[in-house]
C-alpha cells in the first residue's frame, strides 16, 4: 500500500497532465466539464459532507481500462477498487488541510518548473508548452495550480508519516542477528502410509464441502468454435523447388560471406610505370593458367612484401576492408577463383579467394527451400486472404467459405476465453470469439491476422452460459479434496501424538534426516514450509531438541531441533531486510492512520 500511495504522487503531474480533460469529453461529452472542473454532478459518495461524483469515479474507471491494467470484464471490481482509492485520498487530504499543511508560492513555482511534461529538449522549463498543455487538458494556470497544492499536501503527509519511524541501532542488530542465524535439526516426513486405515469420505462430508465452496466449481462462459485457417506454410510445402533455384539461392545468400583473400600486387611510379606493372600482373596470371602456384608467384613478385611472405594472405576480410573497386573484386569471386587486374591507391593486384567463411548449403537447404517456396506462393496467398475476406463477410455460414476456398473446416471443443494452448490461444482470436458481433449477433469474424503466415476466421457454433457444476459432475474432484484434509488432519494428529512421545523421552523408531546450518532463506532439500517452523521454534536449552511438527505440501513433518548458531555476516541481506522492516513500519503507520480516520468519518455511499 505504501509504495502503492507513493507511485500516486509521484505520477500526479503526469496523470493531471495527460488529457484528462480530454479522456472526460469522450467519454461524457462537453458538458461534463461542467462537473470535473467544480461544478455539481451526480454524487455516489460523501466524505464529512464533501462529495465525491459520478464522474470523477468513471473518469478514474476508464483510464484504467484504456491503459490496459485491468481488462474490461472487470470493470465492476474496478469500479468498487476505485471508489475506496477516492474515498481514501479525500480522507487524506481533509486530514492534511486540518493538520495546517502548507506549501507556498514559491515551492510550487518550483515544482511547476520541475515537471518534465513543461520542460523543453533541453531541459528547461517552457512557458508555451506549460500554457498549450493546461489549455488541451482544459485547465487554467490557477486551476492546476490548486489541484496540484491538495496533492502535494497529502504528499507531505504520507512521507511525514513514513519518514517518523525508525529503528534503533540495537534493534537493527538484533534484527541482523536473526537474520544471520542457522539451525540445525532432525526431520521425518510422515506420509499417508503412516496411518493405521486409509481415510474414506462420507457422502455427507462431500456434500458439505461442495456447499462450502461451491464458487470454485463454477464454469465459466464457453463456447464451441468454427474455423479456418489459411497458412503459408502449408501451402509452400506443396510446391517443389529446383536443385538449381537452391543452389542459386545459397550463392545470393552466401554472397557478401566473410573471405580469406590472397594478393600479387604490383606499385607504378618510380621504378615502373602503370603499363608495365599490368604487363607485369598479365604475364603473371598466364602463369596461373600454366599451373604455377599463387602462393609461389606472391613470394617472387608481389611488393607487398608482409604479405608475400605469408603467400599473399591477407586474412579473413569482410566488406569496406580495402574499398569499392577491391570489395567488388574479391566478393565476385567463388572460392579458388583469382581475379581480373584490380586498381587501388596502393596499386595493382591480382586476387585470390582461398577461403570463405559462410554457412554450408546443406545447412541451409531447408531454410532456403522454406523461404523460396513462401516467396513463390505468397502471390496466391494473398489472393485467398482477400478471397476470406471477402467470402466471410458476405456468407451467413463458414461451410461455404471453407469450400469455396478449399479449406479444412475445423471445430473446437467447448472452450472458455483462457484457453491456453493451440491455435485459438493465439492473441486476438478468443477476444474475437466473445466480441459482441460474433457471440451475440452469430456474425464470422473479422480476419484474424495469427502471424505473417495464417490467417484465420472463426465462427461460434454454440454457447453455454457461466454456471456452477452439479455435485455428481464435480465427485471426484470433490472426494479428493476432502480426502485429502480429512489424510492431512490425521497425520496432524499422528505428529503431535508422536511429538508428545519425543517429548517424554519415548525411544521411537525414525528414520531421520539430518539438516545442518540452515537458513531462514536456505532453498535446499528442505521445504519453505519446514524451515519456517524449525525458526518459529524456541531455542533447545542444554542438550535435550526441541521438538516439533509442520504442515508442507509434500505432507505432515515431525522436526527435532538441536542447534542453534551465529550464521555468518551478510551485509547486503541484512542492509535489505533492515530496509523492509523500515518500510514496512511505515506502512503500518500509513495503515494505521488509515483506519482511525475511517473509523471516525463520516461516509455515506449512495
Not at 519518514?163 to 521425518?188: I, K, M, V, W
Not at 569482410?318 to 591507391?345: K, N, P, Q
Request: hydrophobic content about 40%.
Amino acid at each position: 500500500m505504501l509504495q502503492s500511495i507513493r507511485d500516486r504522487s509521484r505520477s500526479w503531474g503526469a496523470k493531471i497532465i495527460v488529457g484528462a480533460v480530454v479522456v472526460t469529453m469522450a467519454l461524457f461529452g462537453v458538458e461534463s466539464l461542467v462537473g470535473l472542473l467544480g461544478g455539481s454532478a451526480d454524487e455516489i459518495a460523501q466524505v464529512n459532507g464533501e462529495p465525491v461524483t459520478r464522474q470523477q469515479l468513471e473518469l478514474e474507471v476508464q483510464r484504467a481500462i484504456r491503459s490496459g491494467q485491468v481488462p474490461p470484464e472487470q470493470e465492476r471490481a474496478l469500479r468498487t477498487q476505485m471508489l475506496d482509492q477516492l474515498i481514501t485520498d479525500r480522507l487524506l487530504t481533509q486530514y492534511a488541510e486540518e493538520g495546517g499543511f502548507y506549501l507556498s508560492e514559491q515551492q510550487l513555482d518550483q515544482l511547476i518548473v520541475s515537471l518534465p511534461e513543461f520542460q523543453n529538449q533541453d531541459g528547461g522549463f517552457d512557458s508555451e508548452l506549460f500554457r498549450n498543455r493546461l489549455a488541451g487538458a482544459g485547465y487554467t494556470p490557477t486551476s492546476f495550480r490548486e489541484e496540484l497544492r491538495v496533492d502535494m499536501k497529502r504528499q507531505q503527509l504520507q512521507q511525514g508519516l513514513a519518514f517518523s519511524d525508525f529503528t534503533l541501532p540495537s534493534e537493527q542488530e538484533a534484527l541482523a542477528s536473526l537474520q544471520r542465524q542457522t539451525r540445525s535439526f532432525r526431520y521425518f516426513m510422515l506420509g499417508a502410509d503412516e496411518l493405521d486405515q486409509q481415510v474414506e469420505a462420507s457422502d455427507e462430508a462431500l456434500q458439505r464441502y461442495y456447499e462450502e465452496h461451491a464458487d470454485q466449481f463454477v464454469r465459466e462462459e464457453q463456447v464451441r468454435l468454427e474455423y479456418v485457417v489459411i497458412d503459408r506454410q502449408q501451402m509452400a510445402e506443396q510446391v517443389d523447388i529446383s536443385e538449381q533455384a537452391l543452389r542459386d539461392a545459397w550463392q545470393d545468400r552466401t554472397r557478401d560471406a566473410d573471405r580469406r583473400i590472397a594478393h600479387i600486387m604490383l606499385t607504378f611510379g618510380d621504378e615502373r610505370t602503370r603499363d608495365q606493372a599490368e604487363e607485369e600482373l598479365e604475364s603473371l596470371r598466364a602463369r596461373l593458367e600454366d599451373g604455377e602456384a599463387f602462393e609461389e608467384l606472391a613470394v617472387e613478385a608481389s611488393d607487398d612484401p608482409v604479405s608475400a611472405e605469408q603467400g599473399g594472405d591477407l586474412g579473413v576480410i569482410s566488406r569496406g576492408f580495402f574499398g569499392d573497386e577491391f570489395d567488388d573484386a574479391a566478393f565476385s569471386l567463388d572460392e579458388g577463383e583469382v581475379s581480373d587486374i584490380v586498381e587501388t591507391d596502393n596499386g595493382l593486384h591480382l586476387l585470390k579467394v582461398t577461403g570463405l567463411e559462410r554457412e554450408s548449403f546443406e545447412s541451409l537447404r531447408d531454410e532456403l527451400r522454406s523461404e523460396l517456396a513462401r516467396s513463390e506462393v505468397s502471390g496466391e496467398f494473398n489472393e485467398r486472404v482477400q478471397q476470406l475476406i471477402d467470402d466471410s463477410f458476405a456468407a451467413d455460414d463458414l461451410q461455404s467459405v471453407a469450400e469455396d476456398l478449399d479449406l479444412d473446416l475445423q471445430t473446437s471443443d467447448w472452450v472458455s476465453r483462457d484457453i491456453s494452448e493451440g491455435v485459438l490461444s493465439e492473441p486476438g482470436v478468443m477476444a474475437q470469439a466473445f466480441s459482441e458481433d460474433v457471440l451475440e449477433e452469430r456474425f464470422n469474424s473479422e480476419v484474424i491476422e495469427l502471424d505473417e503466415d495464417r490467417r484465420m476466421v472463426l465462427r461460434v457454433a454454440e454457447y453455454r452460459e457461466a454456471t456452477t457444476l452439479p455435485l455428481d459432475d464435480v465427485r471426484d474432484e470433490v472426494r479428493q479434496r476432502v480426502e485429502a484434509e480429512l489424510r492431512r488432519e490425521a497425520l496432524v494428529e499422528l505428529a503431535q501424538a508422536r511429538v508428545e512421545a519425543l517429548r517424554d523421552g519415548e525411544d521411537l523408531a525414525i528414520d531421520w534426516q539430518q539438516a545442518d546450518q540452515v537458513g531462514r532463506q536456505s532453498s535446499g532439500e528442505v521445504s519453505e514450509d519446514v524451515v519456517d517452523a524449525v525458526f518459529r521454534l524456541p531455542a533447545p536449552q542444554g542438550d535435550d531438541p526441541v521438538y516439533g511438527h509442520a504442515v508442507s505440501d509434500d505432507g505432515v513433518v515431525v522436526m527435532a531441533l538441536e542447534r542453534v548458531e551465529e550464521g555468518e555476516v551478510d551485509t547486503d541481506v541484512e542492509q535489505f531486510v533492515s530496509s523492509m522492516a523500515e518500510r514496512l513500519r511505515a506502512q503500518a503507520a500509513i495503515q494505521g492512520l488509515l483506519d482511525d480516520l475511517r473509523s471516525s468519518a463520516d461516509i455515506v455511499r449512495q
